[in-house]
């Protein structure tokens, strides 16, 4: 299983930077690059628990469809996304929120692990761990950016 782990420091509410982080539309923004769009179940607006999301997004030169759900969520202190259907074993990605000192602490935990044994093992080592984590910092930055523009 591999983890990653990043913290971004937010000026703005806990609540503003909490709703950005759900939002599909915002995600959609943030993912550009990778032509990321929502095609199933909650396909704009805000996410809540129990809800579905399908995105599909051109990563490693090919289309690939990730569909995940809500599975928990405490308002405005955390969610947690995973994996129903997908090209990972196991997917799962920790959203948690604090406001300390009139800024927004967000932790990121992904936990992940890869199919087809120890290729996919090679395969995380060589290049996914890079990818999915500047894929977070793109996605962070962006979220980041619209929270601080809508305080």
């Not at 000026?11 to 599909?24: E, G, T």
């Not at 199919?115 to 979220?143: C, M, V, W």
């Amino acid at each position: 299983m591999t983890t990653i782990t990043l913290i971004t420091v937010i000026k703005a509410p806990i609540q503003l930077v909490f709703d950005h982080a759900r939002n599909i539309d915002t995600h959609q923004d943030s993912a550009a690059k990778s032509n990321e769009i929502a095609i199933a179940g909650t396909t704009s607006g805000l996410i809540n628990k129990g809800e579905t999301v399908t995105w599909r997004g051109k990563h490693f030169g090919i289309f690939l469809q990730h569909q995940s759900v809500i599975s928990q969520m405490k308002q405005p202190t955390y969610f947690i996304d995973e994996q129903l259907k997908g090209h990972f074993k196991n997917f799962k990605h920790q959203h948690f929120f604090e406001e300390k000192d009139s800024q927004t602490i967000m932790k990121d935990l992904m936990q992940y692990e890869t199919p087809y044994g120890i290729f996919g093992q090679i395969f995380d080592k060589l290049a996914l761990k890079k990818h999915l984590t500047q894929f977070l910092i793109e996605r962070n930055s962006h979220l980041k950016l619209v929270s601080e523009k809508s305080k």
